[in-house]
């Protein structure tokens, strides 16, 4: 029960810090150039599964604020959703094969590259889809690298070598 409850608090405060750090910055967060800062913190759900509705709450709380907000809501946080899922089963290897760190970022790069330069095409120009989707693909996966290998890398690493707050968190 005690651990239920805590795991139930760390996704609270995280979909809180998230939400806080994206609404912010929000020329930065929103928009066909991405540097949302707050998806570093993505990296947290490599140490514990809480961190995954965290991530996904924290995305839909700001995405309230996004002016193509009903889309945003739903397409992005499902975004979040799938990047952390599968930077989770990637994080699984990390033990054994350290120089994953390089690719935990990954997911959440070409996910939401794919899924919200998809939903940024057809929200500003759908027909012209293939051609939009190209472009918003790119410039918020651009974004994303810039801020996963940035801030959430150098975060990942900073967890890894500290390891009484590894452990820690790996205990949520």
Known sequence: ????????AFAGALAAAYAA?????PGLAYGPVQFR?????SVLCCFTPAAVPGM?????A???????????????????????????????RLEERPRLVWLIPLPTVLCNAAIVGAELAV???????????????LSVGA??????YALGVP?????LHNRPLSRKLREI
Do not use: H, K, Q
């Open 1 to 8: 029960m005690e651990r239920r409850i805590r795991r139930i």
């Open 21 to 25: 750090v994206t609404l912010a910055a």
């Open 37 to 41: 800062l707050a998806e570093a913190l």
């Open 56 to 60: 996904v709450l924290g995305c839909m």
């Open 62 to 92: 700001a995405n309230l604020a996004s002016f193509v907000s009903a889309w945003d809501f739903v397409i992005g946080s499902c975004a979040t959703l799938l990047a952390c899922l599968l930077s989770r089963a990637l994080s699984r």
């Open 123 to 137: 929200f500003f120009d759908e027909r012209a889809f293939l051609p939009a989707w190209g472009l918003n693909a």
């Open 143 to 148: 974004g994303e690298a810039a801020v996963m």
């Open 155 to 159: 975060l990942l690493l900073l967890l």
